[in-house]
């Protein structure tokens, strides 16, 4: 794990098999996921979900999914529930540029009225 630090900018990077998380904190905290989201990391995925929960304080949390190339239905479970836990703190969860297997998986459960998304 790599990480920088400055009086206005952190950032880390947590690997798990076949992810990779970078994260920038500042006004807001901007996570960007590469890889696959699955079964096989879910532990991970869950893992980073929960450092954000107790490690960070912003009010808005940015989730970039463009460089998720394949997502779980499991990897949506967890951000559901992130997503829970975020709003009894007050925070919000913004899904950000979810890349087309992430939108399709998006839709097939009927998740997208749910989470905050923005394409673009």
């Known amino acids: 794990m790599g990480k920088t630090q400055s009086k206005y900018h952190t950032e880390s990077a947590i690997e798990a098999p076949d992810l990779l998380a970078l994260i920038e904190s500042g006004e807001d905290l901007r996570i960007r996921i590469h890889g ?19 490690k960070t304080k912003q009010s808005l949390i940015l989730l970039d999914l463009s460089g998720v190339h394949a997502i779980s239905s499991s990897a949506f479970g967890a951000l559901v529930d992130f997503t829970r836990r975020l709003q009894l703190m007050e925070r919000t969860l913004v899904l950000m540029h979810p890349s087309p297997d992430c939108s ?17």
Request: glycine share 2%; aromatic share 6%.
């Open 36 to 54: 696959e989201l699955n079964l096989d990391n879910h532990s991970g995925l869950r893992s980073l979900l929960e450092e954000v929960l107790t």
């Open 104 to 120: 399709h998986v998006m839709d097939l459960l009927n998740l997208r009225p749910f989470f905050n998304v923005r394409e673009n």
